[in-house]
């Protein structure tokens, strides 16, 4: 028992712990233990008192047993006892204990603090420093609103002793972390400043850490540290390694203090005064130079502590990235540690040389070690280091050696770990993406993914590479052929049957020519792998049937055959079913022109520019191409690789998209070409995933564990972004983060909707508590009803939950419902405030209306309160196309030949609430010159027709004045939806239904693929 | 902010012998925090780097004898300057307990003041380890 030979050791507490240590079974230490607690208890509520040893020795007993995971329900008044004592050791008992055991129990807080406060009142250092650390660990908003404006005079005190200083700034910080609003600023902190100056090496390490936390926020308060910090760095490097005593270590003079001012000159940019900036470009020029001296020592503390200090200091100049000289010394010094044996240097310097590939002053130097970073990728044992070699190898992309990069990653991929796999496929889709040259080679790249690595090629990398061949004709006959290839594979994956369906029933006539591929030979090819399929492949393979029939009607009969099948016909599973009996329908009874029509080609995407790499771009300039945004940090977020140049419009062919209702017109005009360099011209199709890691809490803190807020937050920032995508469309991914994701598929009719919400748990830890809930702040409740329906309260890693809501308008509104969900995830409560996407324009009605009855009903609508306009500058191009479709998504008809000008959109249609009806009418006119739309809209209430379905409601307005019309509010929100209707983040084409959902005809417009 | 989010020590069977928490946590979620560490650190050998990934955070740590000293830092925080605060440590300890060992911890658990002395609020309070132990053999002369 070496504890006992020590001259304070408590003889009873060596004993009992040996004791417990002897016990053979669980049940043993148990025993022993009650037999302890009975004993203690007697003890403490024996009739004679206890002496302060014994108190001690008890209470440290106890301290022990709850330690090993018991429950203590008493002792804490005995523990309160002992920090009154003047003995140190049983006042150091006395705050273990509480610092451990704290509980809310006012009564004893009120004592607690009343013990600290003595001490900290006591002129006794070691007492004070016992009362600072108990605040320090302890850490509660009590303390805070206690102590916090105690401690800073303590800190500056005169006749503070240095160890009470070094206590009370970080027992400060902690307070300040805890609850910054408790702590005043004031006079104290130029004096906290000054510390820096402080003779005492401990002081100082001690300040700087609180003052790099008070700059971080109040960085114009504490503008004079950096060149105090400057200057005190300098007398550190320059230093000998012996000048400084009790703080060398291992020959390093300081080395923790040197990382902590470094880090400090982070919060800052460089120095305006040329003096300090001259010195501090010494220093880091010093620090650069040691690193090439020979070592003073063999250890490897003397080369980490040494390290250390390189390190932070290649971090502070990439931080500047302003000195191309230093950016590349640090550069090749890095490089240096590639090929050391140490595998932490290794690993390292992967790590630091990702940052400084982003710089342009020393991206070119990063790609010389290409050569060691895939050898390193090839051969490091560490998967984390491997890991960090992916990520350098993604970061020094560029188009010089996007090929070499690409195809080393792809072999990687064969023998890759599984962690890390899903991270390489998207990276290796983005690098593809971003730098392709010529798209055979970004197809090729994209199959061979699958291939190698199909169960981790997500839905956002394969739906991507059929945008890119729907929107460029030059490599669908290539894509064709080479799927076709590629599922003459004995076993391929199921995304590749997927990859394949799609393109072989849009491009498949491309290849039809060469008798080894004819129609009947493709369709036997999928269609053999059509059984071992799952239910949404299959799906889409009826899709590709259907789209065969159009392409070659020689295999009209043969697929109708499969379709008529039981297996089809009667699926259990609806969608197939209805897929089945739908498509079977569509191509017996229409006619060869329109189910050329329907079943036409898919239009071109629209471009999106990833917001993130924009974002990026205009930080850094062009050069920033190689991506800071590695997605190590998360593999599983797929928002944070854009990876994509802005993109003109892309669309090559005029594709006059199919129109069964004559709702859309002429193709949209052939977009001027793209400006050269291929890469351009693609779009990004990770800008999909909603925001960029939006987090759920503030601050980093919150961001691992939050305590959820009692009542419901408000809604996070980009909620109105989010809800601006789904104003023209009812189906998307309403949020994303790392740990969840919410889906959204709804439909409207009339006054009532329904909508579905997904929850996707994307850890792989269950959640706990999960609820989501609806709320209508203001007034909403009595314009809109919304009945949901309750979720199960855990959802499992991976697992999704379909919450359904029913909603009911009951008269206009003008703010949309929010949507609150709350859940715990590993411990730690998470809460989140969406808008619900339910916006005025879903229970809009389109109306068809001949030209004259819509002048007329225009110009009976002249009374101010009946009329909205807004000019607004066109945030894109003004496609025709595009146009047409946002106003159909948005719920209107449009008319077509009603405008004289055939520029200007006209349209109509009526509001459905459940209170009154709302006709409204609506132009545009777009000016192509002056890139701005205006837009008109005119409504006017009405009475209900009944509950019939709605005449041409226009038609029959009249105007009844006295009965008070609601467009006033309408008035409000109309412009704000006009403009809506044309924000860039739309997307239409491709999205689903449009209009009700009531026919066999109506989801017909655009097929739904995927 | 950069801090420490936590400290421990543990033996090879996952039995913590110290721990630090500088930020609040429930009880449930230190017992599931000290079983994930114990978890990705043991598995790791020699060849393997001092650092691990740790959920948005990163545990750096180091294996002496039988007794795995961690400390759970942000991302971006620098590594080795940790790993040697962690050495540091580990020197302050064996001199304060002549050759420590793992049964030191155990018997005089109730001395992680030892801790606060170099590591306080989650941040370096004082590496000189001249100043640490005469601090520690002074309150050790204290009754």
Redesign the interface.
Known sequence: ????S????MRGL?VF?SDI?NCKSKEAEIKRINKELANIRSKFKGDKALDGYSKKKYV?KL??IF?LGHDIDFGHMEAVNLLSSN???EK??GY?FISVLVNSNSELIRLINNAIKNDLASRNP?FMCLAL?CI??V?SREMGEAFAADIPRILVAGDSMD?VK??AA??L??LY?ASPDLVPMGEWTARVVHLLNDQH??VV??AV?LI??LC?KNPDDFKTCVSLAVSRLSRIVSSASTDL???T?YFVP????S??LL?LLQCYPPPEDAAVKGRLVECLETVLNKAQEPPKSKKV?HS??K??IL??TISLIIHYDSEPNLLVRACNQLGQFLQHRE??LR??ALESMCTLASSEFSHEAVKTHIDTVINALKTE??V??RQRAADLLYAMCDRSNAKQIVSEMLRYLETADYAIREEIVLKVAILAEKYAVDYSWYVDTILNLIRIAGDYVSEEVWYRVLQIVTNRDDVQGYAAKTVFEALQAPACHENMVKVGGYILGEFGNLIAGDPRSSPPVQFSLLHSKFHLCSVATRALLLSTYIKFINLFPETKATIQGVLRAGSQLRNADVELQQRAVEYLTLSSVASTDVLATVLEEMPPFPERESSILAKLKRKKGPGAGSALDDSR?DPSSHDINGGVEPTPSTVSTPSPSADLLGLRAAPPPAAPPAPSGAGNLLVDVFSDSPAAQPGLGP???E???S?GPEDIGPPIPEADELLNKFVCRNNGVLFENQLLQIGVKSEFRQNLGRMYLFYGNKTSVQFQNFSPTVVHPGDLQTQLAVQTKRVASQVDGGAQVQQVLNIECLRDFLTPPLLSVRFRY???PQSLTLKLPVTINKFFQPTEMAAQDFFQRWKQLSLPQQEAQKIFKANHPMDAEVTKAKLLGFGSALLDNVDPNPENFVGAGIIQTKALQVGCLLRLEPNAQAQVQWSEERGEGMQSVGGQAPQPVCGTLSRQQQQQPPWPQLQRHQPPSCAWLLSPQHQVAGSGYLGPVDGLFCFLLWLPWL | MVWIRFILIQNRAGKTRLAKWYMQFDDDEKQKLIEEVHAVVTVRDAKHTNFVEFRNFKIIYRRYAGLYFCICVDVNDNNLAYLEAIHNFVEVLNEYFHNVCELDLVFNFYKVTVVDEMFLAGEIRETSQTKVLKQLLMLQSLE
């Open positions: 028992m070496p504890a006992v020590k001259g304070d050791g060596a712990i240590r440290c301290l022990f330690l003995k140190y050791t150091q008992i273990l070691t650390h320090a660990n850490g160890s070094q206590s970080l027992c910080l902690r972390k090496m401990g390490t001690a850490s790099t936390c971080k005593q009790d703080y270590y300081a080395p923790w203090l990382v902590k880090r503390q980490n502590a390290n250390a390190f932070e595998t932490n690993y390292l044992r560490d984390s280091v940090r601050s980093p803190e961001a691992f564990l305590p590993g411990g730690a």
